[in-house]
């Protein structure tokens, strides 16, 4: 069985896929039967006249309490609906023997079926899994073959085998068709895997791309679309923002001196000493070739001075060439946010010139209107 190849943690999710995608959307079809078990009340008083009055009685006792058991698990117990419906097949099937029995009292010998009834409806109706058919299954004919079987035979040899033929094959037949149904549903629960599965790997490879296109390839930093997608839309005005504007001092002179690749190494140190002392605090970003963005959620304008002052003694722990490596800084705050991030970056850029104009390696605070060292 195709069920047995599966490993624990899969046979666990067929289960669960079986309960809520196949048997319990259809849980209400689990009446049918009862119905049915109902409707043979008819039989009942044709078949025994007056006799029939205690039958009918007990038929309807139980059907009531088949009525309320399915009812009650179906709304608070659905895991249960399996169980519970071959119980009630089961009950069903004993309540006919019972009938059979009475049928036997009066001499008649063509009210004894109703169990191939059970048989037919697990094979062809019923929704329940290969276990709890097989189950249902074979109870039904062992009831069959210990409360009524013997019986017949004694009372018509012949027919009884006869019977018993039809009985037995109809068992193997609806067995079969239970197995068939058990094998669909399991090829329905591997495409659904299999789906499930290539939707989750494109959302993957989606949300892989996605953090590519927002990411420098090089210092790994977030880049400008990041600044455009996810910066842009989250600041909102009258929001507190600080900015800093970094730009590496005399970047051209080691690459012209060490190479590209050396100097994309600076680059990249450069980029892991700036995620460390900002960590969570803010946001780094490769604005363009050397120059960097951070936009701080920093609430307090001392702290964001202090954060600014730093990231520029720690960067002299990078070497660049015979020299430590320096920055030139310049920021920008506002506790209270009156126009364009653009506007704000454009201010923060303007005081990093006057940094590097100062002769770099220092930092240059925008104090609203007037920028001051």
């Known amino acids: 069985m195709k069920i047995m190849q599966f490993t624990r943690i899969q046979r666990l999710r067929f289960s669960s896929y079986f309960l809520e995608q196949v048997y319990l959307p259809y849980a209400k079809f689990s009446y049918v039967p009862i119905f049915m078990f109902l409707s043979f009340l008819i039989g009942d008083v044709m078949h025994f006249g007056e006799a029939a009055f205690w039958p009918a009685i007990y038929r309807l006792i139980l059907c009531s309490i088949m009525l309320s058991a399915t009812y009650y698990i179906k709304n608070y117990r659905p895991k249960a609906l399996q169980t519970g419906e071959v119980l009630l097949l089961l009950s069903g099937s004993l309540f006919l023997v019972y009938i059979a029995e009475l049928a036997f009292a009066i001499n008649d010998t063509n009210y004894q079926d ?9 094979g062809t109706f019923s929704r329940l899994s290969l276990k709890y058919s097989a189950t249902a299954l074979t109870g039904a004919l062992v009831i069959y073959l210990i409360g009524i079987s013997p019986t017949m035979y004694v009372v018509d040899q012949p027919k009884e085998v006869e019977r018993l033929t039809l009985y037995f094959s109809a068992y193997i037949l609806c067995l079969t068709a239970c197995i068939r149904r058990e094998l669909e549903y399991i090829n329905q629960f591997k495409q659904t ?27 790994e930093l977030h880049n400008r679309l990041y600044l455009q997608q996810v910066i842009e839309p989250s600041i909102k005005i009258g929001q507190p923002l600080a900015i800093m504007m970094v730009d590496v001092d005399h970047f051209k002179r080691i690459n012209d001196q060490f190479g590209h690749i050396k100097g994309d190494r600076v680059l990249q140190k450069l980029a892991t000493v700036m995620k460390n002392v900002i960590g969570k605090k803010g946001a780094v970003i490769r604005f363009g070739g050397e120059e960097f963005l951070i936009i701080c959620d920093i609430q307090q304008q001392h702290d964001f001075e202090q954060l600014a002052d730093k990231l520029l003694n720690s960067v002299h722990c990078i070497a660049a060439g015979n020299n430590s490596l320096s920055v030139s800084i310049g920021t920008y705050y506002t506790p209270n946010l009156s126009q364009h991030l653009d506007d704000a970056i454009h201010r923060a850029d303007e005081c990093l010139y006057q940094s590097k104009n100062k002769g770099r390696n220092c930092i240059t ?9």
Not at 114 to 122: D, E
Not at 194 to 215: E, P, V
Not at 365 to 373: A, E, I, L, M
């Open 193 to 219: 895997q299999q789906i499930r599965s290539q939707q989750l790997t494109l959302a993957a490879q989606s949300a892989k791309l996605k953090i590519m296109a927002l990411t420098d390839p090089l210092t």
């Open 365 to 373: 605070h925008y104090q609203y209107s007037v920028p001051v060292r």
């Open 114 to 122: 109703g169990i191939m009834l059970v048989l037919v409806y697990i």
